[in-house]
């Protein structure tokens, strides 16, 4: 059996003239927070101003991800201009909110 399209990785980084862009799809869970806290972390090996985190394409979270939107601003608090979350009605801006009950 062939399968019809390849799984997306949980994050995928993009770069902008002054920020990276860590952007989730699908499901923000334990496994796709780790892979966000890493791509956190590598993210500050560029020297950005900014690290944004793209929330949009969420579909669904749990408790354990949303944990890792926490970690991350701890991550990024020595950058010039922080972090930002990227948001918009639904999972992702649910996500966020969990994150800083």
Sequence with gaps: MTPVAARRA????RSTDAAVVLELSDLLDATSGEALVAAANAAL???????DI?????RS???????SLVRCREIC?????????????????????????
């Excluded at 090996?45 to 690290?51: D, G, I, L, M, Q």
């Excluded at 608090?77 to 009950?101: E, F, K, M, V």
């Design 77 to 101: 608090s020595g950058l010039p201009q922080g972090l930002h979350y990227r948001t918009g009605r639904g999972p992702g801006r649910a996500a966020l909110l969990a994150a800083y009950a």
């Design 45 to 51: 090996e560029t020297s950005p101003a900014r690290v």
């Design 54 to 58: 793209d929330l949009r394409g969420l």
């Design 10 to 13: 949980p994050v995928t980084v």
């Design 61 to 67: 979270w749990t408790q354990d991800g949303a944990v």
